[in-house]
């Protein structure tokens, strides 16, 4: 399999519920194109995201984390995106991928947003992660990530950068101009789903899920409704566009003390 056939499901999260959330979106995933091989799901797609995690935290083998084995199952699918999770009395906002199989890869958000006081509750991952399936090496992120372009440096040879958010309006142009640089400097597929709506902290939402491809070339931008995308992107294409245009070659070679 050299191509994704990708569903992004931008959704209106419900507050704190995760079984509301995951009954709205398996009736996302009941309609989609039969060969879709990925699905990205919203940062904290089973509770919005939250500052209490002790309400409504699951361990890695909770209910949110089976639905999604179910429907990665089901569907023969990919299904990925971030949930609130916890191991004791410890926090994580922490990126799910579970393959067709069920198996999981796991990640956790390295940059806890500060400004909020997310560093406080929850705990910060404290390596990148990459993660192979269907031939692509995917690089994944959670909402503030995506800011840091050193912690996003592509020289592990990733082909998908996939960011998951709950990205508020009075920044969504940050969120704009960030996911396709991160495509354009990166010379990588790059992949980010938001969620829309409002928050129990009064916060908006306005989707701009969308995906660019390796020069920043927009694949599909989403308005402010809860609704799904897809498109397909091609390994094969990539490689040799990289081949024409070998930018990453010429990347400063530098490390960090």
């Known amino acids: 399999m050299r191509k994704l056939h990708v569903a992004l499901l931008q959704a209106d999260l419900i507050w704190h519920d995760p079984m509301a959330n995951q009954k709205q979106l398996a009736k996302q995933l009941a309609v989609l194109p039969e060969q879709t091989n990925l699905v990205v799901l919203p940062e904290m797609w089973a509770t919005g995201f939250t500052m209490t995690p002790s309400e409504v935290a699951e361990p890695i083998n909770g209910s949110s984390v089976q639905w999604m084995q179910h ?11 971030s949930l609130s999770i916890k191991e004791g009395k410890t926090f994580f906002n922490r990126f799910v991928f579970v393959h067709p199989s069920g198996s999981i890869n796991t990640y956790d958000k390295a940059h806890p947003y500060t ?14 992660e990459l993660i192979e399936y269907a031939g692509f090496r995917i690089r994944p992120l959670v909402c503030y990530d995506l800011r840091f372009p050193v912690f996003v440096r592509n020289t592990d040879h990733y082909d998908l950068l996939i960011c998951v958010a709950n990205w508020p309006t009075a920044r969504i142009q940050a969120w704009n101009a960030l996911l396709q640089a991160r495509a354009i400097e990166n010379m990588a597929y790059s ?19 969308a995906a660019y491809n390796a020069l920043g070339d927009e694949l599909v931008f989403m308005e402010q409704k ?32």
């Open 226 to 257: 809860e609704t799904v995308a897809t498109f397909s992107i091609a390994l094969d294409e990539l490689h040799a566009l990289r081949e024409k245009l070998p930018f990453l070659q010429d990347m400063d070679d530098f490390t960090l003390g």
């Open 115 to 128: 400004p909020s006081g997310e560093a406080r509750i929850y705990t910060a991952g404290t390596k990148r």
């Open 71 to 81: 429907m990665a199952q089901t569907y023969d699918t990919a299904v990925c995106g």
């Open 191 to 209: 992949i980010g789903v938001n969620r829309t709506g409002k928050d129990a902290y009064r916060l908006n939402y306005p989707g701009a899920s």
